[in-house]
Structure formats: C-alpha cells, structure tokens
C-alpha cells in the first residue's frame, strides 16, 4: 500500500512539472523595425518571408523579411537582418522604387531646385526663404525665357511634387547626388543654388534739445526751460555668400560663388541675377 502511494505521488509530481512546462513554453521573438515585438512560433522561413503563428492559433501568418530587424528563436540564437539590404529598394536604386522611380526625360529642360537659405552662425536654415529664393530665381529664368533659348523651365510645381515624393526638400538636397535628381525630375539641365549668411547690428542714439529762455521781471535772471529727447536706432546687416551651380546631363557646366557688394536683408537677389546673366545658358538678344 505504501508502495502504491508513493507512486501515485510520483505520477502526480511528473503531470504536474509537465503541464507547467507545456504552459512555460519558450517561445520565439519577432523583432520588427518599428519596434514591434511579437511572441510566436516560427514553422518556416525563406530569403523573403516569415511564416508563425500565435500562442493558441494555428493559423499561419506571412511576414516579409524586409520588415524584421531580429529574431531571437526560443532555442536562445538570434538572428539579425541587414539593414541596408532591407532598405535597398528605397535608398540605392532611384529606379527600383515606385515612389521616386523615373520621371520621363524632357530634353533640354532646366528644374530649379530648392534653395538652401542657411544662417551660418547657428547653422539653422529657413524653408520660407528657401522657398522664397527657389520662386525668384524661377520667376527669373522665365522672364529671360527668350534668353535661355532651347532651354524651357519645368514648372516649379511639378519639381517639387517630385521631389516631395522621394522625400527631398531643402533640408537634404545638397547630399542627393545631381544624376539621381536628372532621373527623379526627368530633366537633363538643372540649377543649384544657396544661400549662406551671417547677420550684425549697430545701434546709433540721436538727442535733440529744445526749449526757451526768459529774464524774471523779479530778479533779472535767466530761466530756461529746456526738453531733451533721444531716439535710438538699430541697423541690421547682412553679410551673404551666394553658391551658384549648374549642371548637364549630371555634368558641372558652371559654378559660381558671389558676395554681393551692399549688406541689405534683400542683397542676394542682386548677386542671383548677377550670376544668372553670365551663366553659359544665358545668351543676350
């Protein structure tokens, strides 16, 4: 009888560790890009794609493996994805990708590109005045349109909704390489511009008197009666750097840099038209 007991306590002890393992069980870890974690069982993997299921389900999910940055597998092995052969398709071949792939090719078609406008104390750079810069010098290639000749201007919409659809503005356009632009903005001819600058201040104050003056009928003394009013004023300077680029078939055909002579807050549109007008696509008629 002794016997018996301890055996059923024996029996009872293993289903008991077993059902606590089989409710324990390990499972693997899915580590997604975008910080998603998701516990599951993996059953089958390829160069492309994840399949698992979910604690409790047997329905098998597929996941591409461009979405995975690391998988640690219940065994206790890891396995890690290599980011840039993930993010390939988007970043390395203009082509490869719907969103930037190539715009058809318009020869003999110049896009302005946006304007870096860049305080260089503080390394901060404005989009308004970027924006404001890129529609000037626009504006000013259509106005000498005849000057350009065979070179029409893409309409700046359609630049930048291009741009804006690979994800470019005036923050990153100077680190996209100019062939890729060509393809992104289907144009062989391009213009490159920016706007660099520090700003100064000098204060200037200004009194002015006035007043009279009489004799007392009582002591025969001189009495003034004098009002004294200074006004302040603050001079802002502007010291510009103006980079002028231009570019065919991905080649540097003209590049420029130019200070304009007066510290005006507007003085770089001067030195933008300077630069434009002894530009090799500029012809007087």
Avoid at 99 to 115: H, R, Y
Avoid at 203 to 225: E, F, M
Wanted: proline content about 4%; charged content about 20%; glycine content about 2%.
């Amino acid at each position: 009888m002794r016997i018996t007991k301890i055996f059923t306590i024996i029996m009872l002890l293993v289903s008991v560790a077993g059902f606590a393992q089989g409710g324990s069980k390990k499972l693997d870890k899915i580590i997604k890009r975008d910080y998603q974690i998701i516990e599951c069982t993996i059953s089958k993997m390829s160069d492309k794609t994840v399949e698992y299921s979910l604690p409790g389900e047997t329905l098998q999910i597929s996941l591409d493996v461009s979405q995975i940055a690391r998988i640690d597998f219940s065994s206790g092995r890891s396995q890690t994805f290599d980011v840039a052969a993930a993010s390939s398709p988007v970043s390395s071949s203009v082509s490869s990708n719907p969103v930037i792939a190539n715009a058809p090719m318009k020869t003999n078609t110049i896009a302005v590109l946006p304007v870096p406008y860049v305080n260089s104390d503080n390394l901060q750079s404005s989009e308004d005045m970027s924006k404001f810069a890129q529609n000037d010098l626009y504006n000013k290639l259509l106005d000498k349109s005849a000057n350009i000749l065979p070179l029409t201007v893409q309409d700046l919409r359609t630049t930048n909704s291009l741009l804006h659809k690979a994800g470019i503005d005036h923050n990153n356009i100077d680190d996209t390489p100019i062939e890729d632009l060509e393809r992104i903005l289907g144009v062989d001819n391009i213009v490159a511009a920016k706007v660099s600058f520090t700003m100064s201040s000098s204060s200037t104050a200004t009194t002015y008197n006035s007043g009279n003056a009489k004799i007392s009928d009582n002591d025969k003394k001189l009495k003034t009666n004098d009002i004294s009013t200074t006004t302040a004023n603050t001079q802002m300077y502007y010291y510009y750097t103006v980079y002028f680029d231009m570019y065919k078939n991905s080649t540097k055909i003209y590049s420029q840099t130019r200070k304009p002579f007066l510290n005006l807050k507007d003085s770089w549109i001067d030195s933008v038209s300077y630069l434009l007008k002894r530009s090799p696509i500029y012809v007087k008629r």
